[in-house]
């Protein structure tokens, strides 16, 4: 079923995919957002970088310090090293995306179908995120709002 809404195409136009052509302008869209992809990858990057160093500083002090701090300290670093971990797989999936769209405005078929799944798997890892995100925003709204009223 799926197969017939993507092949279906508006009265007057044409029904065949694979005449699709992808104009010059359409190039030059897809190639300028491939700079402003690399340009968020970096920055993705670098992130992960100061995450990753943030979390080392974190779990050195927290050893050295008392029981209390030093337990807080070792959490938060181990919470900055799941933060790094979660970005490893989208900042991948984002130079591959650069690199295949590159290439696929060269003319080469196959990266542009590798393109279009990288896109996806991007795509769908935002999605996923998001819905954990906001899965876990409510328990933790409850659980802040419960310890302000017990504070109060």
Known sequence: MEENLVNEAPVGAKSRLD??????????????????????AVIGCAGMVLLLILALVMLAAGAF?????????????????????????????????IKNTREAMNGIQDKFEQTTDDLFSIMKYCGIMTIIMLVLYIPFMIFVLLMGSALS
């Open 19 to 40: 005449e699709l052509k992808v104009t010059e302008q359409m190039r030059d869209n897809l190639l300028r957002s491939m700079n402003w992809m690399m340009f968020f």
């Open 65 to 97: 310090v008392d029981m209390a701090d030093g337990g807080i300290m070792l959490g938060v670093g181990l919470f900055y090293i799941v933060m790094v971990a979660v970005y490893v797989y989208p900042l991948k999936k984002s130079f591959a995306l």
